[in-house]
DNA sequence: ATTAGCACTCTATCCCTTCGAGTGCCAACA
DNA sequence: TGTTGGCACTCGAAGGGATAGAGTGCTAAT
């Protein structure tokens, strides 16, 4: 069945009033806030519709309706319409985010927390992939015997490193050669074309005795494979107490369980970017209830946006908020530090 | 007045049963659970008196009594008596942190959700006060023209970098110059010795123009302070919301609130630490409910205990919980976990 | 297709009662 | 003087109606 203007209405209304009162609304409710033309009766009759379509639905028999996830679904794909956040907003955001760090890391988390203070809600954020970047510099640093710094400079304006352990008695001149030579050899490449054997072949001609120089190669590669992972940043979790809808401690303590596994919620984040649909070239994922895949996630909507730091570099930023929001409020949101955050990793790269 | 040897038993069973039962406590369910040699009448006599001083209240009229801040006190200075850790429970510590990683902070972090993942509290840690370790070695390292990197390597086996920036027309062999000399001329000095006075004379002599040098040599001292400041590491905050302690919302958001302030958190562990009785080489801090400092920490405890990187570089491990809580359990998990960690630690220095 | 009217449903809230654990105090006792 | 049994009293927790109010579905009329 096909949804009539007017039922478009209704649901848009029901989604409206319901988000900013949190009660489930009634039919008679519905007339008073809203410019119907028609009786009560008629709504109830359309009310009756969606909810048997299950785009609303009722908590008791003698309740009003509220949204169900497929109403909040309907709502978000085709009857919002998102605005522009207001001159004073955007400049309070601007005001947060500006600040001239000189870490991308530490620009990525300041963008999420302020996303999290704007929205109200838990935001999050995934480091750059940094896979398809490749190695602009790489040196081995003798910290000690045995002890060794392996800085990495990556072309998308990052720096890692890693303390490895070496062999106690092998020298600066030697880890130096093995150093240019895997620098030499392997400047240029992206990380996800790096493997052991590219390493050790890098590495080979080097006048080092070979296990010295196995072990040596071997750290550099658990290196280099460590600059690749993703790192998630969480912020605001305390926010979910301050909402309604998670005042049944029950549902705050699923929640807060499971975003304290930050490893689970990044795999998570991470499934949704692979299976992002790319054709176009909206950036935004939303899901809502229980299209989470998570545990304690039911109440909640989750929606992230993709930024990019190079062309071929990119993460993702977010917010997890109840699912009972204002959609286009929260996107622009979003969408606006997204663009802030585009526009400052310029200065990086 | 004096608590006589009956009155000290009293409180001690309160507390007790308080703690294992979440209940009030009264006279006849005292008598019960334990062997007391007298009435319940004249056990009601002892706790008016108990009352009287401060040390057990009720909450209302006709309820049992609990233990007050003063009475919880009284109970942790002079009556509970200390019990080691089974075999069981040590090894499931141990087990946990004995994970081989290759830096300080990582062993630290792992440290920290243990204790956490143990008492089923919030735990903590701050990263270890590195004022009195010196500098073992110090390069910039040219990352990109106007970007570098300074990377220090401590005394206390800690290997710290920030991203700074210069010049954009200096050369590597000028930056090299300067991270030589700054490295020649600081090398054995304690941090909290090196202001950016000592830094520019240290770079005095380097054949580099002025406004060049300055500027480097400036950052490379705010790369040294940033070195020195204190990090803070939070684990298990959402345990909270498992203690029927904080079933009632309010205080588990207030407490919550209060904790995602982690600068906050970290000022006032500070504060303890230089508050600490230095005289005993007892290292464990107690503070209990109304005692904290901090807003919305009424109703718990924050037991810290120092551990040490070296003798003069030590840091903070601690949780915080519940004022009703097993004090001589967790107590001795804590100072399990700082002698772990301070065994651990030997490895990097 | 829309509407007015009506009987029905269900929850939230308030009030009242009862129950029980606990207290304080008093008078008696060792 | 410290201890004890007894007793009246207090207060919160739990349970049981009763009531009000918002909302629904259905039917018959327009």
Chains 1, 2 share one sequence.
Do not use: W
């Amino acid at each position: 069945m096909q949804l009539d203007n007017r039922k478009k209405e209704v649901l848009h209304a029901i989604v409206d009033d319901y988000v900013s009162t949190n009660e489930p609304v009634g039919s008679k409710s519905l007339i008073e806030r809203h410019n119907f033309q028609v009786s009560s009766a008629t709504l109830r009759n359309d009310m009756a519709e969606l909810e048997h379509m299950g785009l609303i639905e009722k908590p008791h028999t003698s309740a009003g309706r509220i949204p169900s996830d497929k109403g909040y679904r309907e709502y978000v794909n085709s009857l919002m319409t998102i605005e522009e956040l207001s001159p004073r907003e955007q400049l309070e955001i601007e005001k947060r985010i500006d600040s001239s760090v000189d870490e991308v890391t530490d620009l990525i988390k300041n963008a999420t927390h302020t996303l999290s203070e704007a929205t109200g809600f838990v935001s999050l954020a995934m480091s750059p992939r940094l896979r398809k970047s490749f190695l602009k510099q790489l040196k081995i640093l003798m910290i000690e015997p045995g002890k060794a710094l392996v800085i990495m400079v990556l072309s998308a304006g990052v720096v890692k490193d890693k303390v490895v352990r070496i062999p106690n008695f092998i020298s600066d001149e030697q880890i130096m050669k093995i150093s240019g030579a895997i620098e030499k050899n392997l400047t240029g490449k992206p990380l996800d074309e790096i493997t052991l054997v590219t390493v050790e072949t890098a590495g080979k001609g080097t006048e080092v005795p070979e296990p010295l120089l196995k072990q040596v190669l071997y750290e550099a590669y658990a290196a280099i494979k460590q600059a690749d992972e993703l790192n998630i940043y969480l912020e605001g979790e305390h926010r979910i107490l301050e909402l309604p809808d998670f005042s049944s401690l029950g549902r705050a303590r699923d929640l807060l369980g499971t975003l304290s596994d930050s490893g689970m919620v990044a795999g998570y984040v991470n499934e949704m970017e692979n299976s992002r649909d790319h054709s176009t070239d909206d950036s935004f994922m939303i899901r809502i209830g229980q299209e989470i895949a998570l545990e304690g996630l039911d109440d909640c909507s989750f929606i992230t946006a993709t930024y990019n730091l190079t062309d071929s570099v990119s993460g993702n930023i977010g917010v997890i908020g109840p699912k009972r929001m204002l959609y286009s409020k929260v996107i622009s949101q979003i969408d606006f530090v997204k663009k802030k955050l585009n526009k400052e990793m310029q200065r990086f790269t």
